[in-house]
């Protein structure tokens, strides 16, 4: 029997954050100010292990998972990813995937791709030195960024670019990414500005609406609407009507896909929380430290999900906006 929520959606991608550190500090994500110097990040052994990941992702598995996303924080400061990689990797049947930064790929796209990874996305923000920059606030240069691209290009990983627009900061650079990932047969996907936790300063004010983003690009590069993929994918396909290739428009703020949403994710220390938008966790840490049996992991993971009633994109509000909700550092994409 197929687990479903009381939507009648099935439980289909598990997100895992590995770490809740990164070494940028993106505006939108892990703000300098807070996460400063002083900032407390988890003890090591508060994190899952490797062992208990594994064992989690084959019980999750069993209920119907089909795509793992490795996230983060940075999942590539996490040491040895790669072996992890190889532990999910056995299980063949999964679409295993990993979303990072970048700044660290070109280290580590050989290993990934030898240990099993299918797919990696990258996110970027900008190609604009000085607004890429700016963004990611550590003066990280978007030349290292493209040359670990270009790196997992070479050792066989297909790449999607991420790039979260805000108004005002680099949506005028919208035009300069279309235009770079234009027929390199990366897929660049355009996400409008969430308000993902507590910190970032989300203001409606800031979304820059994904129809309004294609109506500019479709002026200098024009394109068509594109079916799914599948049930509840992400991202609206586009594709340039010259043939090179495809583009996207993650579109939570303006075009709410709620009702088809098969996503649970998995923090770093093991708590299972079943949207993005999430205020508070399942603990599953505890029970695989208390030696508690896969039978008994199994019933926990039926019962949060089988009781899942979340569609907060469907009701937002600027006063559910101000909900002091999970971190996307913490929680991961």
């Known amino acids: 029997m197929t687990l479903v929520d009381t939507l009648r959606r099935p439980l289909r991608d598990l997100r895992i954050s590995v770490t809740d550190r990164c070494n940028f500090r993106c505006t939108y994500c892990m703000p300098k100010e807070v996460y400063g110097k002083d900032f407390q990040f988890l003890e090591r052994e508060a994190l899952l292990s490797f062992g208990e990941i594994h064992r989690l992702v084959r019980l999750f598995r069993d209920q119907g998972v089909e795509k793992i996303r490795i996230t983060g924080g940075e999942p590539l400061v996490r040491r040895k990813i790669e072996r992890l990689i190889e532990m999910l990797a056995w299980h063949g049947d999964l679409d295993l995937t990993l979303t990072t930064n970048g700044s660290l790929l070109k280290l580590k796209a050989q290993a990934l791709k030898d240990a099993g990874l299918k797919r990696v996305t990258v996110s970027l923000d900008a190609l604009d030195n000085a607004v890429f920059m700016k963004m990611n606030d550590v003066d990280f240069p978007v030349e290292k960024v493209l040359e670990g691209i270009d790196e997992a290009s070479r050792v066989g990983l297909p790449v999607k670019v991420n790039m979260v627009v805000k108004r005002g900061v680099n949506d005028d650079d919208a035009i300069a990414m279309a235009r770079h990932f234009k027929g390199t047969g990366h897929i660049l996907r355009f996400i409008e500005f969430m308000d993902v936790g507590h910190t970032n300063g989300w203001k409606l004010d800031s979304v820059v609406p994904s129809?309004?983003?294609?109506?500019?690009?479709?002026?200098?590069?024009?394109?068509?609407?594109?079916?799914?993929?599948?049930?509840?994918?992400?991202?609206?396909?586009?594709?340039?009507?010259?043939?090179?290739?495809?583009?996207?428009?993650?579109?939570?703020?303006?075009?709410?896909?709620?009702?088809d949403?098969?996503?649970?994710?998995?923090?770093?220390?093991?708590?299972?929380?079943?949207?993005?938008?999430?205020?508070?966790?399942t603990d599953f840490r505890a029970p695989l430290r208390a030696d508690a049996s896969d039978e008994d992991l199994a019933a926990l993971i039926r019962s949060v999900w089988s009781a899942r009633t979340d569609r907060y994109s469907e009701v937002r509000t600027a006063e559910t906006a101000k909900v002091h909700k999970i971190e996307m550092s913490y929680i991961g994409g």
Request: proline residues 3%.
């Open 211 to 259: 129809a309004e983003l294609a109506a500019r690009i479709g002026a200098v590069f024009p394109i068509e609407p594109v079916q799914a993929n599948y049930t509840g994918e992400v991202a609206e396909r586009w594709r340039y009507l010259d043939g090179s290739g495809e583009i996207g428009f993650i579109s939570s703020v303006t075009q709410a896909f709620c009702s």
């Open 261 to 281: 949403c098969t996503r649970a994710r998995l923090s770093a220390e093991g708590k299972l929380y079943t949207c993005l938008f999430a205020t508070r966790g």
